[in-house]
């Protein structure tokens, strides 16, 4: 008898059926003396859409909302029925006994096997492979210790809670909002709260107005002194009056006295290992690395490379059984740019600690840190070197002693006033050796946009009621600032603080955000568009909060630990549906399209709308019953008509994306961009794109449930990813 191993793409499966020794090749899996080994493609399986309830839901009416089918059923995902039909008749065969389940070791990653063993109606036997890494050794280890499938069997209740959470809550407000205003507009329950954060920064930042303040600094010739109020210790004066005051008694004064002198060694500890969301926000600030391009480098250096573990964790800690794995994952980053520090501490015993060894501190997984696989630096591109590098210098400096340097703060007292300068010197660099850093500053910490003080400076050896003469005093002329926007770093930071979402989820709500034009890029910085500002007002204050959301993703976690009801989880979550469908309803709010443009439609006659579709800038009819759409305006670009020299326009044709000259009619094509696919379909209420396939965008686009309906995407990953 053999046994039936389901991963989650194709290329895991080649890597495990390699170790397996599966090497019969059949197109849809392949095959050894023991082991049978297939894929998914991603979800082969999702939720059924309304019409496949009713037929009456192929349009959408306002009145027939919230839809909550008694009992949420599954489909087979049209794209890639392909390869289910293909698992399907594998699970029939006779000498297959058992089925070990090889997805992605997560909650999305049980649903995929799950619902796919569902609709095959697997009965025999199944275990589960859960492995953090993909290199050989783990792949021999996981196999030899497979764990009881019904181990995870509350794992996948809270998979299929958040999916049909998603399903209930995404797809009738969505489809409320669309009917109600005749405009496509989204919601979910991640992502209109996260859009809330954004939009309540906004306000902020339009709402406030700068204030004028002065500072007043006492130069004495090796050191710099800021003035401090006596009580308080604010360093602004918020009338110039009173710093041109402060400024003549100094001058007048001319001698200062040294009140207090304190010197004390500090420390900072090193920093822990990188979790998923840590990951993404020192790649954006560092690198400016989006959070889905981080999420995307970091799985090829986890499945392809097989050079670090597995990335969706929530964890900064390490388990007391990885100990002895520790020197390997050492000796393989011992390479290039690591090698002197990778041997230096492998010259010493490691210097493991609770720190960043703590069993109670790991959830699934453990923190993103190197494996021991053969490193081979010039196979990685410039993006993931860059990204390797930030995983390896924070997994070296682990082992490294804490930062250690004196900081003195030195009072002096000048015309009645106190002053204060502060200075710090590094006595042990410690970990900041991995960093080759020279400061005092801890990475940890949130940068501080702190101009009221003065920057670190080594101060010369003073002693109490030494005497200072003054050499300079100075007025420095400030105004208060607006809080800054939101770039995905800190937007990730408050997304977890509030809960909202999970590491694995965060990066693709900020990029559906983007795709939906409910928020924008402006250079590292995000901000919520016209309808973003629109849609967060006409969205209930409900589903708008965090608090809500965080609630929901808490009951969650207990469903996967086994301390909540998927039963009454579920009934909540349907009886939310229906109310906020109800407040959609009973809403006087007005809804104004932000992006209308002049010109109108040839059919209807009403005004066109400006959006944003695949094939770049579409006019589409603002009565979404109509469904008019065609091309907007050409772009027009940098890149200069080789003749005349004029700014050429970017255009789209059949055969791809091209400059054309507007003044020569001169045409460049665009190297490496063909055609970009269709530009979509009208609205869901009639026009010329089908309800069924509108209804599934939505739930795409707009539910919070990333993998949903991911079929064909992996499909066509998988297929580029052979092809190179």
Known sequence: MKTLVLAEKPSVARELARVLGAGQKHKSHM?????????ALGHLVELAEPEDYDPKYKTWNLEDLPIIPPKMRLKVIKESSHQFRAIEQLCKRPDLSELVIATDAGREGELVARWIMELVRWRKPFKRLWISSQTDQAIREGFARLKPGQDYDRLYQSAVCRAEADWLIGLNVTRALTSKYSAQLAAGRVQTPTLQLMSERDKEIRAFRPVDYWLVQADFGSFQAQWRADKSGEARLWKREDAQ???????????????????????????????????QRDANKRYGFSAKQTSSLLQRLYEQHKLVTYPRTDSRHLTQDMVPTLKGRLQSVAVGPYAALARQILKAPLAVTK????????????????????????????????????????????????????QANVTVELAGEKFVATGAIMKEQGWKEAYGLTDTADPDEEENSAEDTLAQQRLPELKDGDSLPLKQAKELSRQTKPPARYTEASLLTAMEKHKLGTPATRADIIEKLVKTDTIERQGNALQPTGKGKQLIELASPELRSPELTARWEGELERIALGKGSMEQFLASIRKQAAQLVGQVVASSTEYKPHNLTTSKCPDCGKLLQEIKGKRGLMLVCSDRECGYRRAGEPQLTNHR?????????????????????????????LEDSGASGGGGGGGPKGGRKGAARANKQAVEQYSDNVSLNSGLADALKAALEKKE
């Not at 095959?31 to 894929?39: D, L, R």
């Not at 090193?270 to 990951?279: G, M, N, R």
Request: net charge positive; glycine share 2%.
């Open 641 to 669: 008509c080789p003749q005349c020299h004029k700014k050429m326009e970017l255009r789209e044709g059949k055969a791809g994306k091209f400059f054309q000259c507007r003044r020569c009619n001169v045409v460049e094509k």
């Open 245 to 279: 005051d402060l400024i003549r008694r100094m001058s007048a004064a001319k001698t200062a006295r040294v009140l207090q002198v304190k010197r004390a060694d500090k420390s900072i500890p090193q920093p822990l290992a990188y979790d998923l969301t840590e990951l």
């Open 31 to 39: 095959e050894g003396p023991k082991y049978v080994v297939t894929w």
């Open 355 to 406: 720190r960043f060894v703590d069993d109670s501190k790991v959830t699934d997984h453990h923190a993103i840190i190197p494996t021991e696989q053969f490193n081979n630096l010039t196979a990685l591109s410039n993006e993931e070197r860059k990204l390797y590098d930030l995983i390896v210098r924070r997994f070296l400096a682990l082992f490294l002693r804490p930062c250690v340097f004196q």
